[in-house]
């Protein structure tokens, strides 16, 4: 009997200690560039993550459910996963105005919408939904309209982001990324007067008389 007490508070402890891991653990195992750390692994915030903050999360390991909230850019994102590995579920949603952690640049417009996909393993297996901004604007280091923009998702082929940037009589911008792949395309068509065109001739992606070109990059 008294073994068995034993045996019994162990289990107690051990879970515990389980249900109580601090979510420090997780910047300390993978490295990340965290400031103020607080919560579980279970539930907890971060202030800071590299260029997005706070962050906020909620695991359940045992219900194969993962919610995270974050701030990005003075707007809020709302990202779930549930059912991973066998038959998963995944959305990416765009929520109101939020006060965000500062960095080196700053965007302005409101992003709208969702997506969501659905998958098995590694495998995504459909996508649904769009994101989209109607105002996208640079405001610093210096102030450059960008126009409308958009992001979706393509399951048909793998991993496929597609996302576009246009502002009338200015510019068309269309990018298509291979995620498992890690590689991009780059396109886009600028009037000579536009404002992304002196930006482009600086990162040598865009000749001194050119005003189409593409990009091809790896990652």
């Known amino acids: ?5 034993y045996l019994w508070l162990g289990l107690v402890f051990c879970l515990t200690l389980v249900f109580e891991l601090p979510a420090r653990w997780l910047v300390a195992g993978f490295g990340l560039p965290a400031e103020g750390v607080n919560g579980s692994l279970w539930q907890g915030q971060f202030a800071r993550l590299g260029p997005v903050g706070p962050v906020q999360w909620t695991w359940r390991p045992w219900q194969r459910d993962l919610q995270v909230r974050l701030g990005f850019q003075e707007q809020g ?25 500062g960095a080196d640049y700053r965007l302005a417009g409101q992003w709208q919408g969702s997506i ?3 998958g098995s393993g590694q495998h995504c297996r459909a996508a649904a939904g769009s994101i989209t ?8 280091p210096w102030s450059l309209v960008l126009g ?16 576009g940037l246009v502002r009338q009589g200015q510019h068309q911008m269309s990018l298509e990324a291979d995620l498992a792949a890690r590689q991009v395309q780059v396109d886009f068509v600028l009037q000579a007067d536009a404002g992304l065109t002196p930006v482009l ?14 990009r091809r990059l790896r990652w």
């Open 77 to 101: 994102w709302q990202g779930r996963l549930s059912g991973w590995p066998w038959r998963w579920q995944a959305d990416l949603q765009a929520l109101g105005a939020q006060p965000s952690v």
């Open 133 to 140: 901004v109607a105002d996208l604007a640079l405001n610093a």
């Open 116 to 118: 969501k996909l659905q």
């Open 148 to 163: 409308q923009g958009s992001l979706a998702m393509d399951c048909r082929q793998g991993w496929r982001l597609s996302a």
């Open 201 to 214: 001739r600086g990162v040598q992606w865009l000749g001194p008389e050119d005003t189409v070109g593409q």
């Open 1 to 5: 009997m008294r073994r068995r007490a």
